[in-house]
């Protein structure tokens, strides 16, 4: 999970007391320590949308170039062929 925030300045806002508020920094960093080891979800937390954007760009990349299927032939293959 990407999220565009700072850890930091998430709890910061969330320990501001505000009475409609039903959630504290320390349930968000609960959860965020939790969900790698329940269900194997990363939380990354990027500090701002551009950092956010590149950060997924660069995890689907990976993925990519790790996991993909190396026989298929891509979309993006065949454009460079000047094949549709």
């Known amino acids: 999970m990407i999220v565009e925030g700072c850890l930091a300045a998430i709890c910061e806002a969330l320990d501001d007391p505000q009475p409609e508020r039903k959630i504290r920094s320390d349930t968000v960093v609960g959860i965020a320590a939790a969900w790698p080891i329940r269900y194997g979800v990363h939380w990354c937390f990027a500090g701002n949308r551009v950092t956010a954007e590149r950060l997924a760009f660069r995890f ?13 032939e ?6 460079e062929k000047g094949g549709r």
């Open 60 to 72: 689907l990349l990976k993925w990519w170039q790790e996991k993909a299927d190396p026989e298929r």
């Open 74 to 79: 891509w979309e993006v293959d065949r454009e």
